[in-house]
């Protein structure tokens, strides 16, 4: 989930944990570990795309970690804290919930997490955008109206658990929305006598209300959106996989990873002698039906020192764009 979200469960995770003893460091210290997992991102600078894209979201995004790492920072802070109330296992069990729970949630996003590294699984139940007003905004009043309270208060507690029994049905009530717009993705298939190897389904972003799902038809896959105001049969565009455009570049070592980064959910594409390796995960970069740059590719440049990638940038041009059809469409076809 985007950082603020990740902040406020920390914080809120913090306060259950630690509240009635230390007051609003609990909130502190726990907004500090819900961040520290992202800290991931910070491997762009120092390795090349693909590794980049590798780390994201695997180690520091581990059961692992949290275990390892919690009594480093809880031994730290309660060298800062000494004259608290709180011991070094007080502040190294918050610090364990505040890490774990940032991946736990990750793991209901399309990038998942390697929760349990160093095995290779990745959770992604794929059920919740990485930014979803619904789920931070109620969450974040009600850690707000906890904060305002002394540390002793009834209803410092009570505001606390009522943010994260709020967020946590809702996050749940996703998963049964997941399960709904899949079914109506399957009758479409059928309807429209398609047949498919794979369906896989996630929310469009911002919401979960539209949904968007790729399927698997063989040479080509086809990508279609369902609201749950939608009166009209959901239309698949096609998307070639073309394959067979990487060439020898097929068993090169990198494009071996992205492949196996993106599940087997890739196209390419050739444009002006440039090759391009996209990710379906993430859909298109619009609505548009003739859309057919997507969210994450990579341009493959072959160099005497071996095949060089690099991630597409992405401009607020076009998420303004995608906003504004986004709102449109969800309110049917």
Do not use: C
């Not at 974040?140 to 209803?155: C, E, G, N, Y």
């Not at 996050?171 to 717009?181: C, H």
Request: charged content about 25%; hydrophobic content about 45%; aromatic content about 16%.
């Amino acid at each position: 989930m985007d950082s603020l979200t990740q902040i406020v469960l920390g914080a809120a995770v913090g306060e259950a944990v630690l509240g009635k003893k230390v007051g609003n460091k609990a909130m502190l210290y726990g907004a500090i570990a819900g961040t520290i997992p992202d800290l991931d991102v910070m491997a762009r600078f120092f390795f090349d795309t693909v590794t980049a894209t590798e780390i994201h979201r695997g180690f520091s995004h581990s059961i692992f970690f949290s275990i390892l790492f919690a009594p480093i920072f809880g031994w730290l802070i309660s060298k800062i804290e000494r004259k608290g109330p709180a011991s070094f296992r007080d502040w190294s069990w918050l610090m364990f919930w505040g890490l774990f729970t940032h991946p736990v949630l990750d793991a209901f996003t399309t990038w998942g997490t390697q929760l349990f590294w160093p095995f290779e699984m990745r959770l992604a139940f794929q059920n919740i955008f990485v930014i979803d007003p619904l789920y931070t905004l109620p969450f974040i009043v009600f850690l707000i109206m906890a904060m305002r309270q002394k540390k002793t208060s009834p209803k410092r507690k009570r505001y606390n658990w009522l943010g994260l029994t709020v967020s946590t049905a809702y996050l749940v009530t996703t998963l049964i929305l997941k399960w709904v717009a899949y079914r109506q993705f399957s009758y479409s298939l059928e309807a429209q006598g398609i047949a498919y190897e794979k369906l896989d389904t996630r929310p469009t972003p911002f919401n979960t209300i539209l949904w968007s799902a790729n399927v698997d038809a063989g040479d080509a896959y086809l990508i279609g959106e369902y609201s749950f105001f939608d009166t009209k049969e959901i239309v698949f565009r096609s998307y070639a996989k073309n394959h067979q455009l990487l060439g020898d570049l097929r068993s090169d070592e990198k494009i071996e990873r992205l492949i196996k980064v993106t599940e087997g959910w890739y196209t390419i594409n050739k444009k002006e002698d440039r090759l391009y390796f996209n990710d379906l995960r993430f859909g298109l970069i619009s609505l548009d039906p003739k859309e057919s740059r997507f969210a994450f590719t990579y341009e493959l440049i072959p160099t005497d020192k071996g095949l060089s990638v690099y991630e597409k940038p992405k401009y607020r041009k076009d998420a303004k764009r995608l906003l504004g059809a986004l709102w449109l469409r969800i309110w049917g076809n």
